[in-house]
């Protein structure tokens, strides 16, 4: 046994050993960044093997204890740590420091590139909205900042799920009078997410990714938005960049930024101002908040590259706290090199689509082209027996339903 005696308040408790420390204060659930943890008189690290019989003090180092942190701005007690940041907050600092984030997303997107700034006070925002964590916690930081923007949410025809997303964001725009665009994508362009997926051989994703990426480019240009946000968060961000490195998509991390910016006609920014900040963070302010939202995951999320990618991370995360944001930012940082390897030539011409008018490098835009496949077949199906969700289940990358549901950009490894 390893015998550790936990002070302020005093207690002793016997463990199983042997374990390292990063186990002992994982087993006892004492958050490392507020503790020292001394074996044999000396200080060590969560690294350290503790062998039978060892004693272990483990002391707490901020005010309050390791069970009861204080908010590192008014040492109120506090409700949520983060280790990565080595602080912990009451939930008025920790709204403040959602707040402080988005605004340092917004105005100082990546090191020494001004002219990426995500918007300003006049542009015309709209967030795309999935009923999920992430795209009303956005929604609600970005109304509460002064900004001016509308919420879009698309229909996927995914039964009870959509239903449900649609009614939360209907009540988040009520209870707040802004304005929420709704498209169906049955009743606009005559076919479903499962349905698309079962019309063609592409991932339930793949056809949702890409009808959403055109929907919300749609929908802002025809309603002069100068700026789509979507609730992309740095475990989301983190994900993608470590998928696409696992697979070197030169092309996808070439344009993994967090301000797309409009390279042509009919085309708005895109921008992701959580790119700073956890799934946790976003889920603790929503709670905060009182922001209701879809607990629940999309039923077509399946074989779910994404989750694996984060449950990585998250271990290194969990021996190394600020690994996760140390990996997505130092990209950043480096991500004109990726851009400049990766470009092969002159890039593409963007012309109309010769369908819909929407930009695209040939004839007729990918999205068109789907349709035109999907409505082409649909006929034929209606005649055939129905096909199980889970049998259009696609590899998804995301088990964070609302990053799986607000946007799939360009260079995501969603598909
Ligand atoms: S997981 Fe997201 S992208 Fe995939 S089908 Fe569901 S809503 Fe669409
Ligand atoms: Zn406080
Ligand atoms: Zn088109």
């Avoid at 990565?84 to 988005?102: I, K, L, M, S, Y």
């Avoid at 070197?248 to 301000?259: E, G, M, Y």
């Avoid at 042509?264 to 895109?270: S, T």
């Avoid at 077509?300 to 190394?320: C, F, I, P, Q, Y």
Wanted: include cysteine; proline fraction near 5%; aromatic fraction near 6%.
């Amino acid at each position: 046994m390893v015998r550790v005696r936990l002070r302020n308040p005093d207690r002793v408790e016997q463990v199983d050993g042997p374990m390292t420390v990063g186990e002992l204060l994982d087993h006892l659930d004492v958050n490392p960044t507020t503790v020292l943890v001394i074996a044999g008189g000396e200080l060590v690290t969560a690294d350290a093997e503790l062998d039978e019989g060892t004693e272990v003090e483990i002391r707490p180092v901020i005010s309050g204890g390791a069970g009861a942190p204080r908010c590192v701005v008014c040492r109120a007690p506090a409700v949520i740590e983060e280790p990565r940041h080595r602080a912990a907050w009451c939930p008025t600092h920790f709204v403040d420091h959602v707040h402080n984030q988005v605004r340092k997303a917004i105005d100082h997107p990546l090191a020494g590139r001004p002219r990426e700034r995500m918007c300003s006070y006049d542009d015309h925002l709209l967030v795309a909205v999935s009923g999920g964590k992430d795209s009303l916690a956005l929604w609600d930081v970005l109304l509460t900042l002064g900004y001016r923007v509308d919420g879009l949410y698309i229909g996927l025809g995914i039964g009870g799920y959509s239903r449900r997303s649609q009614q939360i964001c209907e009540e988040f725009a009520a209870a707040r009078g802004a304005r929420l665009h709704v498209v169906d994508l049955a009743e606009t362009y005559g076919y479903s997410t499962p349905s698309g997926a079962r019309a063609t051989t592409r991932s339930a994703c793949g056809v949702c990714g890409l009808s959403k990426r055109y929907v919300f480019n749609k929908v802002a240009v025809d309603h002069g938005y100068d700026v789509v946000a979507t609730g992309h968060n740095l475990d989301d961000e983190a994900a993608t960049l470590l998928g696409n490195l696992l697979r070197w998509h030169d092309d996808f991390l070439a344009r993994q930024r967090p301000v797309l910016p409009a390279t042509g006609a009919n085309q708005v920014r895109k921008v992701k101002p959580l790119y700073r900040l956890s799934e946790r963070e976003m889920a603790a302010y929503c709670v905060i908040r009182g922001i209701d939202y879809v607990v629940e995951e999309c039923p077509l999320v399946d074989g779910n590259t994404g989750h694996e990618h984060k449950e990585m991370l998250n271990a290194v995360e969990r021996s190394a706290p600020g690994a996760k944001a140390q990996f997505l930012f130092g990209f950043l940082d480096r991500a004109d090199a990726f851009a400049e390897e990766s470009r092969t030539g002159d890039d593409p011409v963007l012309g109309a689509c010769g369908q819909c008018g929407m930009p695209t490098v040939g004839e007729t835009c990918a999205f068109c082209r789907q349709r035109e496949r999907i409505l082409s077949t649909l006929p034929v199906l209606a005649t055939a027996p129905a096909v199980s969700s889970s049998a259009v289940s696609s590899s998804a990358v995301s088990s964070n339903a609302d990053a799986a549901c607000d946007d799939l950009p360009t260079g995501s490894s969603h598909r």
